[in-house]
């Protein structure tokens, strides 16, 4: 089989587990963490390997085959679909790592899984041929399903000076995950917090997000597919904007679905079907979704075709696709609000995914990349002229 059927038979595996994931809904609040059968269910997919090297048994797929997956899996579970999307990505990261690092990870088991927590609320201090790094980081989302942990950390010198801001990988052996997950949306994420007492830590486990910023990494010497020369933060922003649009699909379905068979005893027996302000709804959300979702890839692919020319991805579509990420964040949640504002009060019921999806999309809107206003600034700033520090995007 090759690749792009390979790639094919995931995304036909994953569409395949829908109703499943679906069925779990519950059962994921209950635990407050993606049931085991899920995510065994998506390994045997090859689902987390779409991402990852060839070297170690990867697919090097295309991103936007990973995002519209993630899209599917939301659609039918926000916190599934959540966990898949920020533990799915992982191996892109790690793929820029020093091959030191990739061995340690996939040398022995090609299947190991890595979460994540990238604000820098630890601190790092500079050591012969690495680091001490400890503390505390939290929202480490799907961390009861991985064997190792990315880490953003400060770098201080001795005299207490940041030097640098690196991710820091650590094996499960090194750090404890700290139970405090009690949450009303993406309460199935399992997102807790990972503390790590003071542990070295190689060089070669560590990425400068000086050079991430860059489109670099020490990786990219074993790993030369134009997917590993893609922007760090248009690759990942993505990557929380995707389960959000996807919750917004299953949503429109949901509320569709309702208002077909919804008589509305308000309004004398009236059909929702027939209501001309119900159909209006309709068409507006369902514009704001496929809006969003299309902006998303559009400048995924903008981004690839200039990578595969050679050449550099200017500044001002790095800020455009963190502009059009957090945009589609907020059209996919709009369309969530006049949705569920205009079901009924059965939507209110426990099991209906509408419900579900308006707390979790809601939760996923506070995540640090989907903060609206510091992404929109920066893309009208540089618009005026002034200086956008390309690091961050």
């Not at 966990?83 to 996939?106: N, T, Y």
């Not at 248009?234 to 959000?244: G, N, Q, R, V, Y």
């Not at 009236?270 to 496929?290: H, T, W, Y």
């Not at 206003?373 to 700033?381: D, F, H, S």
């Amino acid at each position: 089989m090759n690749r792009s059927a390979e790639v094919q038979s995931v995304l036909d595996g994953v569409r395949d587990l829908l109703p499943t994931f679906r069925e779990r809904s519950d059962e994921g609040e209950r635990l407050r963490v993606v049931p085991e059968a899920s995510i065994k269910e998506l390994e045997e997919t090859g689902f987390f390997r779409l991402l990852q090297p060839t070297r170690y048994g990867g697919l090097e797929a295309d991103p936007v085959d990973f995002y519209t997956a993630v899209r599917d899996i939301a659609s039918a579970d926000g916190s599934t679909g959540w966990v898949a999307s920020v533990v799915g990505v992982h191996p892109w990261q790690v793929a820029l790592f020093d091959d030191e690092a990739q061995k340690a990870v996939w040398g022995d088991d090609q299947s190991v899984r890595l979460s994540s927590s990238y604000a820098p609320t630890g601190k790092a201090v500079l050591a012969e041929g690495g680091f001490k790094l400890s503390g505390k980081w939290s929202f480490s989302s799907g961390c009861d399903h991985c064997s190792w942990v990315l880490l953003g950390g400060l770098v201080f010198n001795e005299d207490g000076q940041v030097v640098d801001f690196r991710t820091f990988m650590v094996p499960r052996e090194r750090y404890q995950i700290v139970d405090v997950w009690n949450v009303v949306g993406l309460r199935g994420t399992g997102s807790n917090d990972i503390v790590v007492e003071e542990t070295f830590i190689p060089e070669a486990f560590t990425l400068s997000m000086g050079e991430t910023g860059q489109c670099k990494g020490p990786g990219q010497a074993v790993n030369t597919s134009d997917l590993y020369k893609l922007p760090f933060h248009s690759i990942f922003t993505s990557t929380i904007a995707t389960p959000i649009i996807g919750m917004a699909m299953g949503a429109y379905t949901e509320h569709v679905e309702m208002q077909q068979k919804r008589v509305r005893a308000a309004y004398l027996g009236e059909k929702a079907s027939l209501d001309p302000f119900a159909a209006v709804r309709i068409a507006r959300s369902s514009s704001e979704i496929d809006a969003a979702w299309a902006l998303l890839m559009n400048n995924v692919r903008e981004e690839q075709d200039l990578v595969a020319r050679g050449e550099t991805i200017p500044l001002e579509l790095r800020l455009r696709v963190r502009r059009d990420q957090v945009l589609g964040t907020a059209r996919a949640i709009e369309a969530i609000d006049s949705l569920f504002e205009a079901s009924g009060g059965r939507a209110l019921a426990e099991g209906t995914y509408l419900q579900r999806a308006w707390r979790d999309a809601h939760a996923g809107r506070v995540h640090a990349a989907n903060d609206p206003e510091r992404a929109l600034q920066m893309y009208g700033a540089q618009q005026f002229g002034h200086k956008v520090d390309p690091g961050m995007y």
